[in-house]
T-cell receptor, first 114, second 113 residues
Framework: EAQVTQNPRYLITVTGKKLTVTCSQNMNHEYMSWYRQDPGLGLRQIYYSMNVEVTDKGDVPEGYKVSRKEKRNFPLILESPSPNQTSLYFC?????????????FGQGTRLTVV | QKEVEQNSGPLSVPEGAIASLNCTYSDRGSQSFFWYRQYSGKSPELIMFIYSNGDKEDGRFTAQLNKASQYVSLLIRDSQPSDSATYLCAVIIIFYGNNRLAFGKGNQVVVIP
């Protein structure tokens, strides 16, 4: 089954404790991205990746890191989480360079930083 | 100007009525447009894609694209309570030969039985 898998689905952590949210897709998509979603602010892109070893900042990259060492995985790293990073996070993937192709979303990760 | 704007507040419609949503975009070079539906706490799911000017119909959903005016709309006919969700407009932004998907903030639709 074609899918994007995020883990964990729910996470409560403390300020400053490094964490990683994993994202994996099995559709051989080149393009992957991370979004956070907050009430009233919609989906905001954090980072995206056009292909392996190619990443770029989105609209709200501060406080986040990503890596793309292999095509299927695109982890999101919070080196020192803060309460303002409490949010619902989505990973998405799509084929690169093809007009009209949809983005496939993971199930979401609800992160709470206390 | 934001890349994709959805300015309407929550939309309440009676069951069976037509819900109308609008979205404007800033990049004249954009060619691909999407409508996603998102239930509370769930991931967005694609409901409509439109590429060329005019209308595209899929069941009770119709997407309308006007490139000259840079807006895309979504009509939901015979609205059902199950249509109550947030609807996100998305546009492929092309820059330096690469594509990036930009989302609007979304419009909440509430269908009243």
């Amino acid at each position: 089954e074609a899918q994007v898998t995020q883990n964990p689905r729910y996470l409560i952590t403390v300020t400053g404790k490094k964490l990683t949210v994993t994202c994996s897709q099995n559709m051989n998509h080149e393009y992957m991205s991370w979004y956070r979603q907050d009430p009233g602010l919609g989906l905001r892109q954090i980072y995206y990746s056009m292909n392996v070893e190619v990443t770029d900042k989105g609209d709200v990259p501060e406080g986040y890191k990503v890596s793309r060492k292999e095509k299927r995985n695109f982890p999101l790293i919070l080196e020192s989480p803060s309460p303002n990073q409490t949010s619902l996070y989505f990973c998405a993937s799509s084929p690169r360079g093809q007009l009209g192709t949809e983005a496939f979303f993971g199930q979401g990760t609800r992160l709470t930083v206390v | 100007q934001k890349e994709v704007e959805q300015n309407s507040g929550p939309l309440s419609v009676p069951e069976g009525a037509i819900a109308s949503l609008n979205c404007t975009y800033s990049d004249r070079g954009s060619q691909s447009f999407f409508w996603y539906r998102q239930y509370s706490g769930k991931s967005p799911e694609l409901i409509m894609f439109i590429y060329s000017n005019g209308d595209k119909e899929d069941g009770r959903f119709t997407a309308q694209l006007n490139k000259a005016s840079q807006y895309v709309s979504l009509l939901i006919r015979d609205s059902q309570p199950s249509d109550s969700a947030t609807y996100l407009c998305a546009v492929i932004i092309i820059f330096y030969g690469n594509n990036r998907l930009a989302f609007g903030k979304g419009n909440q639709v509430v269908v009243i039985p």
